[in-house]
């Protein structure tokens, strides 16, 4: 250990950053609920075969980025990279007893060994949502909106939904080839990695961020242009949805998830505030055949996952904070021969008030305490001597200007409201 410092890629989160990542936490969770969906969380880490199943043997989540170890037993476990298979594999064990279609939500730490840069950390918070059971177009609008509406809601203004669709079974496999002899005539404009492995997912290429790997896929044939009827129809139905919902898109044809079990809708929200090629704040799709990868029924989903700290990154960089900066409403100041008991009901009426509230642990001198108060940040000095203790009563002084009032223990709350809100 050299230093006080945390592992390369991972971040101590504290004030005041922390307290804006626990904000864009309670907004997700606030709005996931008023729209139905149910908290789920699962383990930190999985059987190694969950991952390899669902991103693919060749992806770079398994060649190059779990973190990935062996029991004492001699098992192999991987540390969370994702969340959408995770959830989809705890539905599968529990479906009995889960609502149908099942809406979840969750906010969890996820894991990716990857080079440390700004917005891209080894250990990051996800917040995201899964529809489980449900094939319908109105599923993928209102997860898509969902996450327009938390998005814009915390204070993102410039911002850029992509939205496509990259059909099905039906329709797919047909497409794939005719990208595949596209790929094929432009072989040597692409990246070494994806020179070497386009011909075991072609749509992976799309994806690619690379310069060279876009050129080509901005000539490619456009999946939109050879939807079966059935997808088709979904699309334009998703379309419709959005525009009644009055959620802005721009259809992105090389917008896709690579891998055979997605199907139909993928989305992805970018920011110019985020570097390029790392310009998404998070994405998702509908993912119809991932339950059976990993051995169950036939399940329809549809989900997205937004990485709170790029979101956190993006309101920096437009100026836009989520949420105030935390702030104590009141620091208590014991003047004089207090009886301990009243200390603490003071303190205990104050805060079941709903007041964020400070104190000393012990006696301090006047002056000691009012410095404490100033550095706290507090609005309020709430002042319990001996006379308000023998009365009932405490002064509340606003430190921004020296005003104060004796008032009534329970008026101080009402008091310490309209002083946060300048009157």
């Known amino acids: 250990m050299s230093g006080f410092g945390p592992p390369r890629g991972t971040d101590d989160l504290l004030p005041p950053r922390s307290e804006l990542i626990r904000a864009l936490q309670e907004a997700g969770a606030n709005l996931a609920e008023r729209h139905g969906y149910r908290y789920v969380e699962t383990p930190a880490f999985e059987a190694t075969e969950v991952f390899v199943r669902t991103s693919g043997e060749t992806s770079d989540v398994v060649q190059k980025e779990m973190y990935t170890f062996q029991d004492r037993a001699g098992r192999s476990l991987t540390l969370r990279p994702e969340g959408t298979a995770p959830v989809v594999r705890a539905y599968l064990a529990n479906r009995a007893r889960l609502p149908h279609p099942f809406k979840a939500y969750y906010l969890e730490h996820m894991w ?17 949502v899964e529809v489980l059971g449900e094939a319908g177009p109105e599923a993928d609008v209102e997860v898509v909106a969902l996450g327009d509406r938390f998005l814009r809601g915390v204070g993102l203004t410039d911002l850029e939904l992509q939205l496509n669709s990259i059909g099905d079974g039906r329709c797919r496999p047909a497409y794939r080839e005719e990208l595949l002899a596209h790929l094929e005539r432009n072989e040597a404009r692409l990246r070494d990695e994806h020179r070497l492995r386009y011909r075991q997912n072609p749509l992976r290429v799309l ?23 059935p997808c088709r129809e979904h699309f334009e139905a998703v379309k419709e949805g959005l525009a009644e919902e009055d959620v802005k898109f721009v259809v992105t044809p090389t917008l896709v998830r690579g891998l055979d079990y997605y199907t139909r809708t993928t989305c992805e929200w970018v920011s110019p505030a985020l570097p390029e090629g790392q310009a998404s704040v998070g994405g998702g799709g509908r993912y119809d055949g991932l339950a059976e990868v990993l ?55 104050l805060r079941d008030a709903g007041l ?11 002056g000691a305490q009012m410095r404490l108060a100033d550095r706290s940040g507090a609005r309020v000095a709430v002042i319990l001597g001996e006379r308000e203790a023998a009365a009932g009563t405490v002064t509340l002084r606003r430190l921004s200007d020296g005003h104060q009032e004796e008032v009534p223990l329970g008026e101080a709350a009402a008091w310490v409201r309209a002083a946060g809100e300048g009157r």
């Open 356 to 366: 964020a509230t400070d104190a000393p642990f012990g006696p301090r001198p006047l």
């Open 112 to 128: 990716r060994y990857g080079r440390p840069q700004a917005g891209r950390l080894r250990e990051f918070r996800q917040f995201g």
């Open 207 to 229: 994806d690619c961020k690379d310069e060279g790997c876009r050129e080509v896929s901005r000539e490619a044939p456009r999946i939109t242009d050879r939807l079966c009827g």
């Open 295 to 349: 051995g169950g029924p036939p399940t329809p989903g549809i989900g997205w996952a937004l990485g709170l700290e790029r979101v956190a990154l993006v309101l920096e960089a437009e100026g836009r904070p989520a949420v105030q900066p935390f702030r104590l409403d009141c620091y208590l100041v014991v003047v004089g021969q207090v009886p301990r008991e009243r200390v603490r009901a003071v303190k205990a009426a």
